[in-house]
């Protein structure tokens, strides 16, 4: 009987065995870096969006803060305002003679010009607390761009020197006075009279029995005029506007060689959104009502 046995396979050396395991080729790793790198490219891209928008939210914040700080300063300390009940001004609302920014706005063209004309007043007013009297003004510094920096005004005064304030104030250095904010591009104050409306214009030194009020206007243009209240006159109310420069902006206006180059830069129409305005009305419990027209 014969019996047939399979034949074993040859044995392969160990060293000559092929292995078998999986690996990645060539073209696959390089396929897996093309892939990572355009990920970590995106995540890169998406994290400098992230920080930049982070940057334009806090600066417009830092606008929103300073500007309503200004706006509330200012709000507070005009509705403090009183009478001197005799002949010094009690309240002054005069525009310099500096020409005003005329900006153009987003969308306007040759055609259809669209523009938004800015001002930069100066005010003074009296305040009083108990037995003291107290002069406050405000102007603005270094405004031969269209902008300039609000610096405060204030001093004690005793009743005989109140006729001087105005010239007090206007003839003090501006370094006598408080820095109170930078980039302020618009500053303008309108006096209201009792039904909201502004204060009808009247013939230069107009008197009545019960008010004295001068005001005209400017002989430079620009359709704004200066207010002169006396004895018991003040006006009704007080419409405030406030325009403030994004920082970013200042800067780079402060980089430009001379006024006149930040004028014309500050006036085109793309910065017109780097602008802040606010504006609030002001009730001045202290006036006579019979003062005003």
Same mark, same amino acid.
């Given at each position: 009987m014969n019996t047939t046995f399979p034949c074993p396979a040859p044995l392969t050396p160990p060293g000559l065995r092929p292995d078998r395991r999986a690996a990645f080729t060539l073209i696959e790793i390089m396929v897996a870096m093309l892939l990572l790198s355009v990920i970590i490219i995106g995540l890169v891209a998406m994290f400098g969006q992230t920080q930049n928008a982070f940057r334009v939210g806090m600066a417009q914040s830092d606008i929103t803060e300073a500007g309503r700080s200004v706006m509330n300063m200012v709000s507070r300390e005009l509705a403090e305002a009183v009478p001197s009940g005799m002949g010094a001004s009690n309240f002054i609302i005069y525009n310099p003679p500096i020409a005003s920014l005329v900006q153009d706005?987003?969308?306007?063209?040759? +055609?259809?010009? %669209?523009?938004? !004309?800015? !001002?930069?007043?100066?005010?003074?007013?009296? %305040?009083?607390?108990?037995?003291?009297?107290?002069?406050?003004?405000?102007?603005?510094?270094?405004? #031969?761009?269209?902008?300039? %920096?609000?610096?405060?005004?204030? +001093?004690?005064? &005793? /009743? !005989?020197?109140? /006729?001087?304030? &105005?010239?007090?104030?206007?003839? $003090? #250095?501006?370094?006598?006075?408080?820095?109170?904010?930078?980039?302020?591009?618009?500053?303008?104050?309108?006096?209201?009279?009792?039904?909201?409306?502004?204060? /009808?214009?009247?013939?230069? $030194?107009?008197?009545?029995?019960?008010?004295?009020?001068? !005001?005209?206007?400017?002989? %430079?243009?620009?359709?704004?005029? #200066?207010?002169?209240?006396?004895?018991?006159?003040?006006?009704?109310?007080?419409?405030?506007?406030?325009?403030?420069?994004?920082?970013?902006?200042?800067?780079?206006?402060?980089?430009? /060689? #001379?006024?006149?180059?930040?004028r014309t830069y500050l006036s085109k129409s793309a910065q017109s959104g780097a602008v802040e305005m606010y504006q609030q009305r002001v009730t001045l419990p202290s006036g006579d009502r019979l003062a005003n027209p």
């Amino acid at each position: 009987m014969n019996t047939t046995f399979p034949c074993p396979a040859p044995l392969t050396p160990p060293g000559l065995r092929p292995d078998r395991r999986a690996a990645f080729t060539l073209i696959e790793i390089m396929v897996a870096m093309l892939l990572l790198s355009v990920i970590i490219i995106g995540l890169v891209a998406m994290f400098g969006q992230t920080q930049n928008a982070f940057r334009v939210g806090m600066a417009q914040s830092d606008i929103t803060e300073a500007g309503r700080s200004v706006m509330n300063m200012v709000s507070r300390e005009l509705a403090e305002a009183v009478p001197s009940g005799m002949g010094a001004s009690n309240f002054i609302i005069y525009n310099p003679p500096i020409a005003s920014l005329v900006q153009d706005l987003t969308g306007s063209t040759n +055609t259809t010009p %669209t523009r938004r !004309s800015y !001002s930069l007043q100066e005010v003074l007013f009296l %305040t009083r607390q108990n037995k003291q009297w107290n002069v406050i003004g405000y102007r603005l510094g270094a405004a #031969d761009a269209g902008y300039g %920096t609000l610096y405060r005004f204030e +001093t004690n005064l &005793p /009743p !005989s020197l109140l /006729p001087a304030a &105005p010239r007090i104030f206007a003839t $003090n #250095d501006i370094a006598n006075f408080s820095r109170v904010a930078d980039g302020i591009i618009h500053f303008r104050i309108r006096p209201l009279d009792i039904h909201g409306f502004p204060l /009808p214009l009247l013939p230069a $030194n107009a008197t009545n029995l019960h008010q004295q009020i001068f !005001s005209y206007e400017r002989q %430079t243009g620009g359709g704004e005029f #200066d207010y002169y209240f006396a004895s018991n006159a003040l006006p009704h109310a007080l419409n405030i506007e406030i325009g403030v420069l994004a920082p970013r902006l200042v800067e780079r206006l402060r980089a430009l /060689p #001379d006024a006149a180059t930040r004028r014309t830069y500050l006036s085109k129409s793309a910065q017109s959104g780097a602008v802040e305005m606010y504006q609030q009305r002001v009730t001045l419990p202290s006036g006579d009502r019979l003062a005003n027209p």
